[in-house]
């Protein structure tokens, strides 16, 4: 993707976080990017196109970064600790959540995006799918015979839980958000939660060493 092209749709998505998918017009991602509605038809012909291929985009950017991030770390439990951790601080909270929240509410609306969201919500699935058949083959967690079951159970906790933290209902914040996915997965898998708490330690610290 070329630099216009990208802050085309990195500015999409803030619009989209900021006034619906419904009320994003193509001015204001104009405005937002500092280019001509001319130039956004160019790329993306319609608001549709460009609200997919938003979408699109953050997910595969989610996956990317992800994936780059735990070739640092080669054991089971700093990589599940750390996607837990990927999950809470990617970037910026408000702005990655809000856009998934937006996905959800305007797929039920509209027939174009809702035809894309399994594929596009897959490359998420993907994260813990890998990450926990990872740890089954190499003996850290426990399969209990049905992964995608399991992965599924996971995916809504992580999507419930982000929405109470973004409304702010139950007092939750990030980081319960973070301790709950892990106590999930520690049940799901039968793995030693002072393990897994011990791994989330040491992810932390080498966040911090980073920044």
């Known amino acids: 993707m070329d630099a216009r092209r990208a802050a085309i749709v990195a500015a999409t998505a803030r619009v989209i976080v900021a006034n619906g998918v ?3 017009r193509l001015a204001d991602v104009a405005e937002e990017a500092g280019v001509s509605v001319g130039l956004i ?3 993306f012909r319609t608001k549709d196109r460009l609200v997919l291929e938003t979408f699109r985009t953050a997910a595969t950017q989610s996956r990317d970064t992800w994936r780059h991030w735990v070739t640092a770390d080669d054991e089971p439990l700093a990589r599940i600790a750390g996607l837990a951790r990927f999950i809470v601080t990617d970037d910026d909270f408000e702005l990655s959540w809000g856009l998934w929240v937006e996905f959800y509410a305007a797929s ?3 027939r174009e995006l809702r035809k894309n969201i399994h594929r ?5 699935r993907t994260l813990f799918t890998d990450c926990i058949n990872d740890g089954i083959e190499r ?10 079951d399991a992965v599924t159970r996971i995916v809504a906790l992580t999507d419930g839980l982000a929405i109470q933290t973004m409304l702010g209902l139950y007092d939750m ?8 996915i892990l106590d999930a997965l520690a049940d799901l898998f039968s793995v030693d939660r002072a393990a897994l708490a011990e791994a989330s330690e ?8 980073v920044r």
């Open 41 to 43: 038809q160019h790329y």
């Open 108 to 110: 039920i609306r509209n």
């Open 139 to 148: 003996g850290v967690l426990i399969s209990n015979g049905n992964v995608p």
């Open 22 to 24: 419904d009320s994003t």
């Open 120 to 124: 596009i919500m897959n490359l998420w």
């Open 202 to 209: 040491s992810v932390h610290d080498a966040a911090r060493c």
């Open 173 to 180: 914040t990030p980081a319960l958000m973070e301790s709950m």
